[in-house]
């Protein structure tokens, strides 16, 4: 009987009906938003940390890979089992395992959808601030996993500014917490943020010790309407120079205005480019920033209008563009390339032109819109999948704009992962000197390399 054969029967034997092996499961659990397919040999649905641990210790046993899983909305095959092995599904683990209101913090299971945990501290009005697009279906442990963010990210930072402590099960099967509620604390190394963003390379995430913040007293959106994407790119800059920190800018450009238009009649203004901005705080001073604001629309000559919100249903109105862009994108071809770059905000007018040029050099349409707060570019590459030529150029021009991300000091991913569609791109940014020290505490974490192999190319 082979290793895998011993494995398998064994989990069956003590995991029982927490094993799907039947083929409809397994195909159900090979895909994620890659559209990749990649069929585990073995679903595991853990149920808490012991199912995890004991799922771990047989694979590291008989040295099969495994991958832990949230709700598999990744974009860069982060949850995919390239080489079969056992898929470790963590979307029964969802429970709130201690709300500690004195220290703002929480205790979560990694399989608790962020959405829902937003949901859970409303009531004692705290918020969770990372606020991927993804939220309402993508998992706590997936966001640590990717070093998540979203539109709020300029205010409040990005998932590693907001988590405190892990549960973790190693490649061993042994369980460690790692972190505390401690506000200050340099006693070893900080393993919670080297665990964050590592894509669940190192270790099985099983509990979250997360911070929450008071839920605002007021706040605004307010829309800025461009002649000129340039002029958009560059008043992002002048917003923060001003002193205001908004909680989103986000920015829309013209080929996505214009696809929302054509698919959903909604009424947008023909214009280069759109920025929506939300600001809050205490009320007046949610006001002082509104101002400012707005005088720095009405100062700039290529502002088409500028308005503000004045109640949910238009707040609504004005994030519609932004929500409706991707699933909107159908219309322009049958496939994208969808990346995700980040580069520093003083380069953002400079990137949106160079994407602008490679747009017309390989005549492909590059959609893009984002989070022009923190330089965190959504770059659309579309094409028809039944042209040889158009597939060809798509993934050439992907290669050019990742190569001029990193020319102006940026990274080919800001949230979405390299998984194992941009491989091929670490080494350029990082050199081969940091890919191979980022190996070496791979194989310190993971010596036979079971857990989320084929992932970084580590």
């Known amino acids: 009987m082979n290793a895998k054969r011993k494995a398998y029967d064994m989990l069956k034997k003590k995991l029982k009906n927490k094993c799907l092996t039947d083929t409809l499961s397994r195909i159900q659990y090979a895909y994620d938003a890659t559209q990749k397919m990649y069929p585990p040999d073995i679903v595991i649905l853990a149920e808490d940390t012991n199912d995890v641990a004991l799922t771990i210790k047989i694979a590291n046993k008989y040295k099969i890979p495994v991958v832990p899983r949230g709700w598999g909305s990744g974009f860069t095959g982060g949850t995919l089992n390239v080489d079969g092995g056992i898929c470790l599904?963590?979307?029964?683990?969802?429970?709130?395992?201690?709300?500690?209101?004195?220290?703002?913090?929480?205790?979560?299971?990694?399989?608790?959808?962020?959405w829902d945990l937003q949901g859970y501290v409303k009531p004692y009005g705290l918020f969770f601030p990372p606020d991927p697009s993804s939220w309402k279906f993508s998992t706590i442990g997936g966001n640590i996993a990717e070093n998540a963010g979203g539109p709020r990210a300029v205010k409040y930072g990005v998932m590693k500014d907001w988590v405190k402590g892990l549960e973790l099960v190693l490649a061993n099967g042994s369980v460690i917490t790692v972190g505390s509620k401690n506000i200050k604390d340099v006693a070893g190394y900080d393993l919670v943020d080297l665990i964050v963003g590592s894509e669940g390379t190192l270790a099985i995430v099983t509990k979250a010790l997360l911070k929450l913040h008071p839920l605002p007293e007021a706040k605004k959106t307010m829309q800025i309407v461009f002649d000129n994407m340039r002029e958009a790119a560059v008043m992002v800059n002048k917003i923060l120079l001003s002193g205001v920190i908004p909680v989103a800018i986000e920015f829309v450009d013209k080929f996505a205005i214009k696809t929302v238009k054509d698919a959903t009649g909604v009424d947008l203004p023909d214009a280069d480019a759109i920025l929506i901005i939300e600001v809050d705080g205490n009320k007046a001073e949610v006001e002082l920033q509104t101002?400012?604001?707005?005088?720095?629309?009405?100062?700039?000559?290529?502002?088409?209008?500028?308005?503000?919100?004045?109640?949910?249903?238009?707040?609504?109105?004005?994030?519609?563009?932004?929500?409706?862009?991707?699933?909107?994108?159908?219309?322009?071809?049958?496939?994208?390339?969808?990346?995700?770059?980040?580069?520093?905000?003083?380069?953002?007018?400079?990137?949106?032109e160079r994407l602008e040029k490679i747009s017309k050099k390989y005549d492909l349409s590059i959609v893009n819109f984002g989070h022009a707060g923190d330089g965190n570019i959504h770059v659309n590459i579309m094409y028809h999948t039944d042209s040889a030529d158009e597939t060809k150029r798509a993934n050439r021009a992907m290669e050019e704009v990742?190569?001029?991300?990193?020319?102006?000091?940026?990274?080919?991913?800001?949230?979405?992962?390299?998984?194992?569609?941009?491989?091929?791109?670490?080494?350029?940014?990082?050199?081969?000197?940091?890919v191979e020290l980022l190996r070496r505490i791979k194989k310190a974490f993971d010596p036979n390399n079971i857990i989320n192999p084929h992932k970084m190319r580590l």
Do not use: Y
Request: glycine residues 6%; hydrophobic residues 40%; contains cysteine.
């Open 291 to 352: 101002q400012k604001i707005e005088q720095l629309a009405k100062d700039n000559k290529s502002v088409i209008s500028f308005s503000i919100a004045k109640n949910a249903e238009e707040e609504e109105k004005v994030w519609f563009a932004r929500r409706t862009i991707s699933p909107t994108l159908k219309r322009i071809a049958n496939d994208k390339l969808n990346e995700d770059i980040v580069i520093p905000r003083s380069k953002l007018a400079e990137m949106i």
């Open 89 to 114: 599904s963590l979307e029964k683990m969802d429970k709130v395992i201690e709300l500690d209101l004195e220290n703002m913090m929480i205790w979560v299971e990694a399989g608790m959808v962020n």
């Open 402 to 434: 990742f190569d001029e991300c990193i020319k102006l000091g940026g990274s080919i991913t800001g949230e979405h992962g390299v998984g194992i569609t941009k491989q091929d791109f670490l080494e350029k940014q990082l050199g081969r000197t940091q």
